[in-house]
C-alpha cells in the first residue's frame, strides 16, 4: 500500500525501504524527508544490533543426544499417515467403492420403493444365520455386531481419517456412515456388502477407468 | 554436512544408488534431497527421517531458541517440532521446501507452547560457547553481555511479532513466507516486522537503564 507523494512512510514502505525494495517515487520522499529518514536509520540500527545476536552454540554432544531422542520418540510412532498409506494399494478403490456403497445405501429405501426386491443377494461372505436375518425385535446393535455383512464395512471404514477422507473428495460428516447403516434393515445390508464384495473381486476397477 | 550426517546417507541410499557407491562418489549421496527423505521415510524407512533431524535440528533448535531464550526450553520445542512434524509427514506435499514447511511446524509448536509470559532467559555464564579468534576477554564478555540482552529483549516480544522477526532477521524469510507460515498476510507481516523493530528499540533503551 502505497500512501501518498508527499505523506510520510507508511509501517509498510518502512519496511521495504529497510528492505531496499521502497517503490522509486517513495524513495524520493524519503530521500528529502528528514524525520523518514531518521526513522528509517534508527530501525535499521536496532537490526543491525538484533543481527548480531547469534544463538549461543549448545555443548558438544546436544546434537547426538538430540537426534537420539527424536528417533527414539519417533520409533514409539506409527509409520506417518500409514492409516492412509495402507489405502494407496488395492484396498483405495474398494475404501471409495465403501463410502460409495453407503451413500447408495443411504438412497436405497427411497430408490426400492416403486422396484421388487432383489432376487439374489446371497454370498458367502454375506450369508447369515437364519435366526438372525430380520428381527424386527431384536437389538439392532447386538445383531450389526454380528453380522458379517458389516463386519466388512466396519474393517475398512474404521481406521479412516475424516479429514484425509475429506481431502480425498469424500465428504462426510463423522458419524454419518454410522448413522446411515444403523438404520439398514438385513436386506439393505447384504446389499451393501455385496456391492462391496464385487468391489473387492474387481479392486482395480477405479484405477483403469 | 557433518560426517555423521554423511555416513547416515550412505546407510539411506545403499539399497538405490549401488552405482553411486561404487563410484565411492559422495557427490552422489548428497543428491538425495528432502523430498526423497520424505518419500523414504512415508514407506517405513526410519533412518530418513533420522537424516531429516540431523540436517534440519539445528535451524529448527535456533528458531526455538529465539522464541523462548533458554537452551532447555528451546531443546524441548525443537524435538516436539520433530515429533511433531513426523507424525503430519504425510501432509508435506512439496509445495515449498522442507525446510520452510519444518519451520511453519517449529514456529506454530513455539507459538502454542510459549505462554503470553515472559520467558525466562539464562544467566550470561551458561549462555556462550563460542571464542571469535584474535577477540580480548573484555570485548568477548562485552559481545556476549549485548547478545544476551538483544535475545532477552526478542524473547519479551508479542509472540506473534516476534515470531515475524526471527523469520525475518534471522533465518531471511521473504515476507511472502512468513506470511504464508503465520497464516496472515505480507501487509500484516510487515506490520509485524515494524513494531517488532520498534518495540525491540523501548526494550532495549529500557534494559539499558
Known sequence: MNSPAGAHLAEDEIVDALDGTLDAARLVHLTACESCSARVEELRDIGLAAAGADVPEPPPFFWTQFSARVSSAVAAEPVPGRRFAWMHGWMRPAMTAAALAVVAIALMPIMTRNSPPPSDTTSSLTALPATEIADPDGDVFAEIDQDEAWAVVRALAEDLDHDEMDAEGVSAQPGSAEHLTLGLSETERVELAHLLQERLKDPLADSAS | ?209
Not at chain 2, 2 to 18: E, M
Open chain 2, 1 to 209: 554436512m557433518s560426517a555423521d550426517a554423511l555416513s547416515l546417507q550412505q546407510r539411506l541410499v545403499r539399497p538405490a544408488s549401488a552405482a553411486a557407491r561404487r563410484s565411492g562418489s559422495a557427490l552422489a549421496m548428497t543428491a538425495e534431497d528432502d523430498a526423497t527423505l520424505v518419500e523414504q521415510c512415508l514407506a517405513g524407512n526410519s533412518a530418513a527421517f533420522d537424516a531429516l533431524v540431523e540436517r534440519h535440528r539445528r535451524q529448527v533448535y535456533h528458531v526455538c531458541y529465539r522464541f523462548v531464550g533458554n537452551h532447555e526450553d528451546a531443546s524441548d520445542l525443537a524435538q516436539d517440532a520433530f515429533l511433531r512434524a513426523y507424525r503430519a509427514l504425510h501432509t508435506f506435499k512439496g509445495n515449498s521446501a522442507f525446510g520452510t514447511w519444518l519451520y511453519r511446524v517449529a514456529v506454530n509448536v513455539c507459538l502454542n507452547r510459549v505462554s503470553g509470559k515472559q520467558p525466562a532467559t539464562e544467566p550470561l555464564e551458561r549462555r556462550e560457547h563460542q571464542d571469535v579468534k584474535g577477540e580480548s576477554p573484555d570485548r568477548t564478555i562485552l559481545r556476549q553481555e549485548r547478545a544476551a540482552t538483544v535475545r532477552a529483549a526478542i524473547a519479551r516480544l508479542p509472540k506473534k511479532q516476534r515470531a515475524t522477526m526471527i523469520l525475518r532477521m534471522y533465518h531471511e524469510l521473504p515476507h511472502e513466507e512468513i506470511a504464508a507460515i503465520l497464516g496472515s498476510s505480507v501487509g500484516a507481516v510487515k506490520a509485524n516486522f515494524f513494531h517488532a523493530l520498534a518495540n525491540l528499540k523501548k526494550l532495549l533503551q529500557e534494559s539499558s537503564r
